[in-house]
């Protein structure tokens, strides 16, 4: 007989999901109501209005789409890359990457930009390639994830629109841990997941598109080829016309407005500040135990940190004491890092300080050991 599971309680510092806070936990278990109800509908113009301040844009056009961050992501492409469109990206990680297969089944020509892994795309390069190629659509990821890269972004949209095009950012994991300014930084789409710095479990993708990239969605010829995620008629449901199109997660969206009131009653400075000295703490301790970072220093994530495996180390023992004897979860390397580089997140609720004293201790105890 199937018996009722209770999963461990682990402390995520991983690349995602994070630690969900007791009060957004405690939020999915509230009443489920309809998804037309009158109360649920005032808590969703709540979350708009929330992501909007998050996101720092005026832009209408913002809501959580149900799946997770690569529903986002995708979500995008096919709403803004038609058959033929010019598709500038960058890559340098697994994100990048996936950018890249999605453009191309949207039936997007994709032309690369190429980092080594760990590195950041200098801005003026990128621009000197916007005015040369005139793309579409240009697509970066503002936090790389499997390398732990900060993309600098502030100047690139500008060149972006001025060349005609429109800017596709991947904030996944940056959002609600650091600054991402999609007016100031004239970005057109962008796309997170609720389960890195929000701290909310996953199954939502908070997305914001300005009115020149809905105007693309207005005007484009081609039929948008997903019919779960086309926003010309998921936006009647989030809109004034509240049209069905599909069942919103509704306990799940009571989750992430717990969460954007964590975040509202912390302020975004304060939040991007504990996240900085969180990993300020963090590389104090390692480098207490010999230990180096992988990505650029200049450039680097306080949310996702790439520690290089020290030689004579077993990545996969280390990991799995971790889980087994301390209940902590840290992430492995992706692609390029795989074998090579521990992934170390403090991600939202994770980026307190009592968590990297217990991290570190945990990993000073096994190092001994191994
Ligand atoms: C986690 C992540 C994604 C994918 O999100 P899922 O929630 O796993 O679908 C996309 N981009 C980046 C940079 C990420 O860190």
């Not at 389960?195 to 598109?209: H, V």
């Not at 290089?308 to 004491?321: L, N």
Request: charged content about 20%; proline content about 6%.
């Amino acid at each position: 007989m199937p018996q009722t599971q209770f999963p461990p309680q682990r402390l995520l510092l991983g690349p995602g999901p994070s630690p969900v806070p007791a009060r957004v936990l405690e939020a999915l278990g509230r009443p489920t109501v309809g998804h037309l109800d009158p109360h649920f509908l005032g808590l969703m113009d709540e979350v708009r209005a929330m992501l909007q301040g998050l996101f720092q844009t005026a832009n209408e056009m913002t809501l959580a789409v149900s799946g997770t961050g690569m529903a986002g992501a995708e979500c995008l492409m096919v709403n803004l890359v038609e058959p033929g469109a010019r598709v500038l990206v960058g890559v340098n990680g697994v994100f990048g990457g996936r950018l890249v297969d999605i453009a191309q089944r949207c039936g997007g020509e994709v032309v690369t930009l190429e980092k080594p892994w760990g590195q950041v795309f200098d801005q003026d390069a990128v621009i000197e390639r916007v005015k040369d190629l005139k793309p579409d659509v240009v697509a970066l990821v503002h936090a790389e994830t499997s390398t732990g890269a900060h993309q600098p972004l502030e100047r690139i949209g500008k060149a972006v629109r001025k060349a005609g095009g429109l800017f596709v950012v991947d904030c996944v994991t940056s959002l609600g841990g650091a600054p991402v300014k999609v007016d100031d930084w004239h970005i057109d789409a962008a796309y997170s997941g609720t389960q890195k710095c929000l701290s909310c479990p996953p199954g939502l993708s908070p997305i914001t598109l300005s009115p020149r990239a809905v105007k693309h969605i207005d005007n484009r010829q081609a039929k948008i080829p997903s019919w779960y995620l086309d926003l010309s008629m998921v936006r009647n449901y989030w809109g004034a016309e509240r049209a069905y199109h599909h069942t919103a997660p509704v306990n799940m969206l009571y989750a992430l407005h717990e969460a954007l009131v964590l975040v509202h009653e912390e302020g975004l400075d304060a939040r991007f500040q504990r996240h900085r000295d969180a990993a300020a703490m963090l590389w104090e301790g390692l480098a207490d135990l010999g230990m180096s970072r992988w990505s650029d220093p200049d450039h680097s994530l306080p949310m996702l940190n790439t520690v290089v495996i020290p030689d004579g180390v077993d990545d996969a023992v280390v990991r799995s004491r971790l889980l087994h004897d301390y209940d902590i979860e840290i992430g492995g390397g992706l692609g390029a890092g795989k074998g090579k580089v521990w992934r170390i997140g403090l991600m939202g609720h994770g980026a307190r300080k009592p968590v990297v004293t217990l991290v570190l201790a945990a990993l000073r105890e096994v190092l001994a050991g191994s």
